[in-house]
């Protein structure tokens, strides 16, 4: 190995997470940014791989949504068994330089953002946030749903691809963090602060497309406005970018991605480079809105664990003391706990992004597979709940952790792979 031991490479991991430097450039058509896309009927789908028949409900639901919107077929019925018969190509987004949240049922035509690690060059890619209610990343897959869909396809995508091309670099969205992490966002169930923040970046330069229809431009700051969680998928494609970036170097037991597919969850260390180490999937635990419960809840899914990876979401819970109760964690001090133990299995702290409410200690920075297999402390995920249902959607919040399966199995991998036996 080029680094004399694990910890100098899993610094050296590190350092390339601290020094990312995502900027977002544009909005535009999944298939012109991933070519994997125009190779037929393909879907790319969150988590490990995965087959048609061992997805749940809302993840089939979610595929069934993507085959209408695409104008495969025109029916439900003729869609899942296009889906059941194999026709369609299913493809983890992680394999393809994306992300997805929840089911992260992704298609040709759909809308994705670019963000780009200008550190590294390389670039990632996620689609954006439909809003709450009856959305496609839940499993629903109804007229509203793929009507909302064709709209951020035609009005939303092209209007936000025009605002950041005014950019000449594009959006810097470390400066974006930094602001909202302040403001009491840990970006992965509370974006409220990054959104606004967002909105307020880009709201003046739509007003000032005039080429643009004017009731085109309202709509457009009117969603934004009205959608709290809209920078969650900005959050992904960064992570996910800074993730890659720092992955390059391919030594070291850093964690580089953490998802799920409903069935499994699935890590991957820098020192493994593309190999998934998986092991069955948990339900989170949480608050359910009024009229459910976990009996209702579908098993933990979505690539949005990245965020986690990159050390905030859960891991960065102190940060959002607004949002603990929502995640069924109690209050200021579980969740000060809950941040103050992720630091065991971390190697350091992020200085970009001081967190006041930690005495402006900086997020969790490198999860390293050998201390969560020491400790036996699992990564704290904060996740939304789906109904096990398709089409029925969030029914709640909570945190979830992996199974340490994962960890132990991408362990003893690099272990075999330095030489060591049993």
């Not at 070519?35 to 595929?63: R, S, W």
């Not at 330069?205 to 406005?225: H, M, N, P, S």
Request: hydrophobic share 45%; proline share 5%.
């Amino acid at each position: 190995m080029a680094y004399k031991t694990i910890d100098e490479a899993n610094q050296a991991v590190a350092a390339k997470i601290v020094a990312g430097s995502p900027f977002l450039l544009d909005v535009v058509p999944a298939k012109s940014v991933i070519p994997e896309l125009n190779e037929g009927k393909v879907l790319l789908h969150a988590g490990p791989p995965i087959t048609y028949d061992k997805m749940v409900d809302p993840i089939q639901g979610a595929c069934v949504g993507a085959a209408l919107f695409e104008e495969w077929c025109e029916t439900e019925e003729e869609a899942r068994k296009m889906l059941e018969s194999g026709e369609v190509k299913l493809i983890p987004c992680h394999h393809v330089n994306a992300v997805g949240p929840m089911g992260g049922i992704t298609s040709a035509n759909m809308a994705v953002l670019v963000v780009e690690n200008k550190t590294d060059g390389n670039r990632a890619f996620c689609t954006m946030n439909e809003g709450i209610g009856a959305v496609l990343r839940f499993g629903a897959y109804s007229d509203e749903v793929i009507t909302r869909l064709r709209w951020m396809r035609d009005t939303l995508a092209p209007v936000l691809s025009a605002a950041l091309k005014t950019k000449e670099d594009g959006l810097n969205i470390n400066v974006l963090v930094a602001k909202a992490i302040a403001m009491g966002d840990e970006f992965h169930q509370r974006n409220i602060a990054a959104s606004l923040a967002f909105l307020k970046e880009m709201a003046p330069i739509i007003v000032g497309l005039t080429e643009i229809d004017q009731t085109k431009r309202e709509e457009v700051v009117q969603f934004l406005a009205d959608t709290d969680q809209f920078f969650l998928n900005i959050m992904m494609a960064s992570a996910k970018s800074v993730m890659d970036g720092a992955r390059q170097i391919q030594e070291g037991t850093i964690v580089t991605a953490m998802c799920r597919n409903g069935h499994e969850f699935g890590i991957r260390i820098a020192g493994m480079g593309d190999e998934w180490f998986t092991g069955p999937v948990n339900t989170p635990q949480g608050l359910y809105f009024s009229g459910f419960s976990e009996a209702d809840a579908a098993p933990d899914m979505g690539d949005s664990a990245i965020t986690e990876t990159f050390g905030v979401g859960g891991m960065a819970m102190i940060a959002a003391p607004a949002v603990t109760r929502f995640v069924g964690s109690g209050g200021f001090y579980d969740a000060l706990n809950t941040s103050n133990e992720m630091t065991e299995i971390c190697i350091d702290t992020n200085p970009n992004f001081p967190v006041p409410t930690w005495d402006f200690k900086g997020i969790c920075l490198g999860i390293d597979a050998r201390k969560v297999v020491e400790t036996g402390i699992l990564p704290v995920i904060n996740t939304g709940i789906a109904n096990k249902k398709a089409g029925l959607g969030q029914i709640g919040a909570g945190t979830v952790t992996p199974p340490i399966d994962c960890f132990e199995k991408a362990v003893l991998a690099y272990a075999k792979k330095l030489g060591f036996t049993e």
